[in-house]
């Protein structure tokens, strides 16, 4: 191994050491009582902002590309499938039917807005507390900016529904109507496609606009982007670990909302790790150095090739 790979490599562990070193002290903030009682105010609201919400995508996607209804009705319901860990099918049943409702889209807005602002409102105060910023907003400055990063959040979601819609549609317009196992499959790839970047920039914008302070968006995205992933794998591993934890027979009917509380809980929690881990610089990704050539080394190579080149068209000539 020549000594510019060693170099190179001992570049590359010492900022993933860097990175490991942070770990720690991130992994013990959610130790203290501050952030699980943020985390448990978080997932509540959330639980209350989740149908609302999805009742709004399903009308959106009905507004917006009426002969695309059924297939954004279909990657919706995958996302919901993949997402959520209890009751899924009965969740997507009920938003369906309501969803075409004009008393039940006022009622969500309004839903949304309160449940909205009590998301980001504990979310906020930990976050202030984060990155050492002594103030927090006012209530209605706190609501007006939640119902903006609501108001975005749907944007992203609704962004990545419609890609994955339309190369879904790709796919069923290509592939024969026979193979209907090959496009759900397809579907479901396009799904997670898309998911995990708006699942990232919304971790993103949160980290970025939700603080009272100024947070620098270079500091934020490597955040984002590890929070972004490891929601991934809480998303896979969480539907593992309810055998164990039996709701049902504890909860009978109430499982489902016991299921998506605790789920809400746990993402809340990861969503404050993250947050520890941008306030505590983790703004470095193992960097990738690409040597390129100068514009005077291009010019001289093209000069020699091109008078080779026309020495060799002026020979064939000849």
């Not at 990175?19 to 992994?27: F, I, V, Y």
């Not at 809340?268 to 790790?273: H, I, K, P, S, V």
Request: glycine fraction near 6%; aromatic fraction near 12%.
């Amino acid at each position: 191994m020549s000594a510019r790979w060693r170099a190179l490599l001992r570049e590359q562990w010492e900022l993933v050491r860097d990175t490991g070193r942070l770990l720690g002290p991130s992994a013990r903030m959610l130790t203290t009582t501050e952030a699980h009682t943020y985390a448990y105010s978080v997932s509540a609201n959330f639980l209350l902002a989740s149908l609302p919400f999805l009742f709004l995508l399903l009308w959106i996607s009905r507004q917006a590309l009426p002969s695309l209804f059924a297939t954004q009705q279909a990657v919706i319901g995958q996302m919901v499938a993949n997402y959520l860990p209890a009751g899924q099918q009965r969740i997507m049943a009920d938003a369906t039917r309501l969803a075409s409702r004009h008393t039940v889209q006022i009622f969500s807005l309004v839903m949304l807005a309160i449940s909205s602002s009590g998301v980001f409102l504990p979310l906020e105060v930990a976050l202030n507390s984060i990155w050492g910023f002594k103030r927090n907003r006012s209530y209605l400055a706190n609501g007006a900016v939640s119902l903006g990063l609501a108001v975005a959040c749907g944007i992203i979601a609704y962004t990545s529904v419609l890609a994955a819609s339309l190369c879904a549609a790709l796919a069923q317009f290509v592939l024969p109507i026979a193979w209907t196992g090959v496009t759900g499959a397809l579907t479901s790839f396009f799904v997670t496609l898309f998911s995990v970047p708006a699942a990232i920039t919304v971790f993103f914008i949160i980290y970025w606009k939700l603080p009272n302070g100024n947070v620098p968006a270079a500091q934020v995205f490597p955040a984002a982007l590890y929070a972004g992933l490891l929601a991934e794998v809480f998303k896979t591993v969480f539907p593992w670990l309810l055998p164990w934890l039996d709701f049902p027979s504890v909860y009978a009917s109430l499982a489902i909302p016991v299921t998506l509380l605790v789920w809400g809980y746990g993402g809340a929690l990861l969503l404050l790790f993250g947050a520890s881990l941008s306030a505590r610089g983790v703004a470095r990704l193992p960097a990738m150095h690409i040597k390129l050539p100068r514009y005077a080394e291009l010019r001289a190579w093209y000069i020699a090739h091109g008078h080779k080149s026309e020495a060799a068209a002026a020979a064939k000539q000849s």
